[in-house]
């Protein structure tokens, strides 16, 4: 089958592309480099320039380039940015997604795997988050990946029949090459290598959480164990079978300060941090269950912490954020 990748210039979807490039299946990218970098697209990969907003551009490409699905990682993805300019992320994340869902339509795909996010499950209790639990998202881009999620089980419920399957993807780091890191600057690791190039003591954002030291915790994944959950989601659609949902994570969590610390002990040096004001819109902690992954798609993460703070300490030598 062959596969468009929204999305497929930016950190994550570039990793996809080379993932699912590997493993065997065509793959055309379509994206309007609005954060992606065309030199992410390796050089005979198809690529076309365009927003997931223009509907007719969208489905001329699903046509002519004779489509059978659909990777949709095309979004806006900052917590913090969303807070601040939630229309900005309806207009992408859910007008987006509804014009590219009637672009489905029009060509008749019948094959969909989605991005979707841990944010969508807001503050949850408890030590780990299942795919059960009730999402209540805390800010507008969890909001806005729910109703991506919402817009596809209505599409089925209307009758139009699509295989699909949604990634909830937990805290993506790392790079799987150098050439592949993640230049956006809007997660703690990137940031917290933007400051101490800059001279900076990194910043920790709220230091009272009802965490074991105070900080936020999150579930981080090496962003090449994403892609290649990517690769097993594929498979999974391809074999048609109906809407399921699956957290992409590792199960384990780490606080801020305990990467700060990781970052620390891979550059191999020490440095100062400096403690801020807790961020709107950041539950104190986000860890996945992974077993249902683990089961049915037979995947589980395998890169640790330190892997994905070397790997993205590499890229961010190899290439600096402009
Ligand atoms: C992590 C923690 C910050 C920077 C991300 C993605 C989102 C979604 C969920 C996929 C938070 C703290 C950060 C800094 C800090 N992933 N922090 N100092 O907000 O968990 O969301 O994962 O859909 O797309 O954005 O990630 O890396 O921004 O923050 O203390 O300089 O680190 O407050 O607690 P977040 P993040």
């Known amino acids: 089958m062959k596969w468009l990748v929204t999305g497929g210039a930016g950190y994550i979807g570039a990793h996809i592309v080379r993932a699912l490039n590997t493993a065997g299946h065509d793959v055309v990218v379509l994206d309007d480099l609005s954060t992606g970098l065309r030199r ?24 002519t380039g004779l489509i059978d699905g659909v990777v949709h990682l095309a979004a806006k993805k900052s917590v913090e940015e969303s807070v601040h300019n939630p229309h900005l992320y309806f207009e992408q994340n859910v007008l987006g997604m509804m014009s590219l869902l009637d672009a489905v339509k029009a060509a008749q ?47 089925v419920n209307s009758g139009y029949d699509l295989s699909w399957t949604a990634l909830r993807y937990f805290n993506v780091a790392g790079a799987g090459a150098d050439d592949l890191g993640d230049t956006g600057v809007f997660n703690l690791i990137p940031m ?17 959480y009802p965490t074991p030291d105070g900080t936020c915790v999150r579930d981080y994944i090496h962003v090449q164990d994403l892609a290649d959950a990517h690769v097993a989601a594929v498979a999974h659609v391809e074999s048609g079978s109906r809407s399921s949902v699956f957290n992409v994570g590792r199960g384990l969590g780490f606080s801020v300060l305990e990467v700060l610390d990781a970052v620390r ?36 993460a395998h890169r640790d912490l330190t892997d994905m703070v070397a790997s993205a300490w590499s890229a961010w030598q190899a290439f600096p954020p402009r």
């Open 40 to 63: 992410k697209v390796s050089e005979g990969v198809p690529f076309i320039q365009a927003s997931i907003l223009d509907t007719d551009a969208v489905t001329s490409a699903l046509r």
């Open 109 to 155: 795909i019948h094959h969909f795997v989605l991005s979707s996010s841990a944010a969508i499950y807001g503050s949850p209790d408890g030590q780990r988050v299942s795919e059960d639990t009730t999402p209540l998202p805390v800010n507008p881009y969890g909001q806005t990946k729910l109703a991506q999620e919402w817009l596809l089980a209505d599409l």
């Open 192 to 208: 917290v290598l933007r400051a101490l190039d800059q001279g900076q003591a990194p910043q920790v954002f709220g230091d009272s």
């Open 265 to 300: 002990a891979v550059l191999g040096r020490s440095f100062d941090h400096q403690i801020a004001p807790a961020r709107a819109g950041d539950p104190a902690s986000l860890v996945a269950a992974v077993g249902r992954i683990d089961t049915e798609l037979r995947f589980s």
